[in-house]
Nanobody, 115 residues
Framework: VQLVESGGGLVQAGGSLKLSCAVS????????MGWYRQAPGKQRELVAT???????NYADSVKGRSTISRDNAKNLVFLQMNSLKPEDTGVYYC??????????WGQGTLVTVSS
């Protein structure tokens, strides 16, 4: 499984960004897709996940401001982020978990929110 993120950048507080993750390889093995982020000096943390059936889960810090979605036909996973805050700054990683609990990661895309 290969994951390639895009869509990061610099945005002012209150703005929006939409991240994309292109998925390739053994897609049939994937059970859950997710977005994680890592702020400078902090551990990587969960942002949102979406299952094969479309069930979603969000971290409390982004709930109500972010939406995870997937386009199965195009093998894409998205993270729409609105009302961005400086504390949303970090490297955002796409993650895929297989039914055998293997995990795959993309290279990350940097999101910087200025105050």
């Amino acid at each position: 499984v290969q994951l390639v993120e895009s869509g990061g950048g610099l945005v002012q507080a209150g703005g929006s960004l939409k991240l994309s993750c292109a998925v390739s390889g053994s897609i049939f093995m994937i059970n859950v897709m997710g977005w994680y982020r890592q702020a400078p000096g902090k551990q990587r943390e969960l942002v949102a996940t979406i299952t094969r059936r479309g069930n979603t889960n969000y971290a409390d810090s982004v709930k109500g401001r972010s939406t995870i979605s997937r386009d199965n036909a195009k093998n894409l996973v998205f993270l729409q982020m609105n009302s961005l805050k400086p504390e949303d700054t970090g490297v955002y990683y796409c993650n895929a978990r297989t039914m055998e609990a293997s995990a795959y990661w993309g290279q990350g895309t940097l999101v910087t929110v200025s105050s």
